[in-house]
């Protein structure tokens, strides 16, 4: 969604503000909203959506997680205060980049996070492995049908304040990130808008991320971004998010939220996931994301 820029016009004395269309995002597509359905078994799952590699939003997978109240802020630092959890650090609500080695990660205790939250100092994102936790978390959350038998499985539990932002990227294997706190506004293009999302490279320190900010996007700069199709979801509590494998993504925290997702695929999502890994080593980049 393009950002308006306030122009302000004297009269009389009067001061008005005009809100105009910034003439670099002119002609800038609407987006189409993801659809939204009640789960489906793993089969028409399979069918409709991972077979065509169609993103949906699902309602009613958590039924038989434990209740909102469990996954609050308060509840997860009264609980878990002492793990030590990885985070990306912040600058500005978005990731903090190195631009040899990109993302940056830390190890933090949870209970510091959740006291900078309470200060509404910016510090972490928090994106931490579920073995960063006790085992007993496991109790309060079940693998999704659609992926429990998958050859590659990996979960991460995500903290956020409102506002925090994660630049347009892509990922390896698939992904269903249920929502258990707070709104998360997602914009989703498909793989074969590639070259119009202009990818940094493999040089780069974030190879898998674009050079063009979704929410203001600089037209001049990145022309073909103009003709991309993007797709919006802004999912609820108790909703998950199936993103197919390759698919470009951003995200807005919209509230203080947490999230719990999922990245699966077959066995030829888990040589490349194993190789993408490997490319991270050696090129020492995202070091310590999965600690």
């Known amino acids: 969604m393009a950002l308006l820029q306030p122009a302000m016009l004297a009269h009389e004395g009067t001061t008005l503000t005009v809100q105009l269309q910034p003439p670099d995002t002119v002609g800038m597509p609407r987006h189409t909203e993801v659809p939204r359905v009640d789960a489906v078994s793993a089969e028409d799952f399979r069918r409709l959506y991972l077979r065509q590699r169609k993103p949906v939003v699902l309602r009613g997978l958590t039924v038989d997680w434990s209740p909102p109240a469990f996954w609050t802020f308060d509840s997860l630092a009264e609980r878990y205060g002492d793990a030590l959890v990885v985070a990306a650090l912040l600058s500005g609500g978005t990731l ?154 951003h995200t807005r925290l919209l509230n203080d939220a947490v999230s719990l997702n999922f990245w699966w695929g077959g066995y030829g999502v888990a040589l490349a996931a194993r190789a993408s890994l490997l490319f991270k080593r050696l090129r020492r980049i995202r070091q310590n994301e999965w600690a």
């Open 96 to 249: 903090k980049e190195d631009p040899r080695s990109g993302v940056i990660f830390e190890r933090i205790l949870l209970r510091d996070f959740m006291s900078n939250v309470a200060t509404r100092r910016e510090s972490h994102y928090v994106m931490a492995p579920v073995w960063n936790f006790p085992v007993e978390l496991k109790r309060h959350y079940r693998i999704p049908v659609y992926c429990q038998s998958a050859p590659y499985l990996r979960a991460k539990l995500w903290l956020g304040r409102a506002h925090t932002v994660t630049p347009l990227h892509w990922d390896v294997p698939h992904n269903l990130i249920v929502q258990l706190v707070g709104r998360k506004r997602w914009l989703l293009f498909p793989r074969s808008a590639w070259l119009a999302l202009y990818p940094r490279g493999l040089l780069s320190g974030m190879a898998n991320f674009s050079r063009v900010d979704p929410e203001q996007p600089d037209l001049r700069r990145f022309p073909r971004f103009r003709s991309v199709q993007a797709f919006e979801a802004i999912v609820e509590p108790g909703e998950t998010l199936f993103i197919p494998r390759g698919w470009w993504h």
